[in-house]
């Protein structure tokens, strides 16, 4: 059988401070009569730093195969799938796709802000090569499923980011794709939705179509996909069954990616802190995957400059879609003149209990501030994070409720006290 998707030596390279969003077709061709014009003047080479997004990147899908990309994030997963779905062009390799391709990469990709929702979904069809009749014939069902009938005929641009989803993925699932590219855009939805695009992608896979589907959520990988690729730096780390790759990735986190969360950091002029380190541990491990169900700890290493009184370090942390999902400070539990540092370096340690948070991604922000009214200290994002799921039952509920946190907290059931009768 002939796949239908083959990619033979993909790669991707990006200019560092280079704009990416600039890949139009002028650009192109504007870059590459630039290169060949200091070729022929003899000129130096351009010696701009550059990335690889992707690296010697190659595989092969059959038709009806529903396969998982996973990895942490800057692994390449969305630029592998922007270049199958045409939106980038590869640096090299070359990649063959048999049939109509819908996507959904990015909240509102495909759509035009300014049409309404009916205006859109007539689009998308087209844009697939679908006929209006073939496109009236699945209209109902594409409205019914992403629940936004009332706001039809309002333009896309006045849509919240999860009723965009909503219509996004049910013209991509409904339309008939022979091959169906979804990126991690299902973590706006609600959870009740999430499942029925869950629900939907596997009928999808029923049907013959083939999915190709990327996502931090381990358990709807294990669920949905039967088999999986694993990213890593740009380049497959491991193919294969989908249990056999998420679980070598699972066991191989703390290897894979440890040697990237303790680091030096520049030291800055003229401030009266200076932040020399910062790590996540988890079992005595310098490491950036969190297992939830188990306690993990923040650790900091700073100088302070000149006496400091009433000051305080605090950490904030941010899930993926940049919401507060708690802050903690050790003015918590210091008294008034323990907070009056002195001169020197030290050393924090901070941690977090096990079973609160969610499976995803995190970035915490480490700062100090005097008396909680004047900030003193800030460095951003400093602190970049995945949690995930380690138990047998990888589709524990809990992470699909809402809420910023899924606390694991201790219930106590009794039975009612049975009345006596007199």
């Not at 002028?26 to 060949?36: C, F, G, I, Y």
């Not at 006045?158 to 339309?175: D, I, K, P, Q």
């Not at 932040?275 to 900091?300: H, K, M």
Request: contains cysteine; glycine residues 8%; hydrophobic residues 40%.
């Amino acid at each position: 059988m002939e796949p239908i998707i083959k990619a033979e030596g993909l790669g991707k390279r990006y200019v560092i401070g280079a704009n990416r969003s600039q890949t139009s077709l002028r650009d192109d061709l504007a870059a590459r009569a630039s290169a060949s014009f200091r070729r022929l003047r003899g000129g130096a080479r351009d010696t701009s730093p550059t990335i690889w997004a992707l690296k010697d990147v190659s595989f092969e899908v059959q038709p009806g195969e529903v396969v998982g990309i996973i990895g942490r994030n800057g692994s390449g997963k969305s630029t592998l799938l922007k270049i199958l779905s045409r939106i980038t062009k590869p640096t090299t390799g070359r990649f063959t796709l048999t049939g109509r391709v819908g996507s959904l990469l990015e909240v509102g990709t495909g759509f035009h802000s300014e049409l309404t929702g009916r205006e859109n979904i007539f689009l998308n069809g087209a844009i697939l090569g679908m006929s209006k009749s073939e496109i009236e014939s699945k209209f109902d069902e594409i409205v019914a499923f992403a629940e936004t009938a009332q706001f039809l005929d309002t333009p896309v641009k006045h849509y919240s980011s999860g009723m965009t989803v909503r219509l996004a993925f049910a013209v991509a699932a409904h339309l008939e794709p022979e091959i169906l590219i979804i990126d991690e855009v299902l973590a706006v939805g609600d959870v009740a939705f999430q499942k029925k695009c869950l629900g939907k992608m596997n009928e999808v896979a029923r049907h013959g179509r083939t999915v190709l589907f990327v996502s931090h959520d381990i358990s709807a990988v294990n669920a949905l996909c039967s088999r999986s690729i694993l990213l890593h730096e740009g380049s497959i780390l491991k193919s294969g069954e989908t249990e056999d790759v998420t679980r070598f990735y699972l066991d191989s986190a703390n290897k894979l990616y440890s040697p990237v969360t303790w680091a030096d950091l520049p030291e800055k002029e003229n401030t009266d802190i200076q932040l020399e380190r910062v790590g996540i541990e988890q079992r005595e491990t310098e490491t950036s995957a969190i297992d939830c169900r188990e306690p993990f700890t923040i650790r900091l290493e700073y100088e302070n400059k000149k006496a400091l009184a009433g000051s305080r370090f605090f950490i904030v942390i941010r899930n993926a879609r940049g919401d507060i999902v708690f802050t903690t400070s050790d003015y918590d539990l210091l008294t008034e003149e323990a907070a009056d540092r002195k001169v020197g370096r030290f050393n924090t340690e901070v941690v977090i209990p096990g079973g609160l948070l969610r499976a995803g991604s995190y970035f915490g922000t480490v700062g100090a501030d005097i008396k909680n009214e004047r900030i003193i200290f800030v460095e951003n994002d400093v602190l970049d994070f995945e949690v995930f799921e380690s138990a047998d039952d990888t589709l524990a509920e809990r992470h699909k409720r809402l809420g910023l946190v899924a606390p694991l907290l201790q219930w106590q059931i009794s039975e009612p006290t049975s009345k006596t009768k007199s």
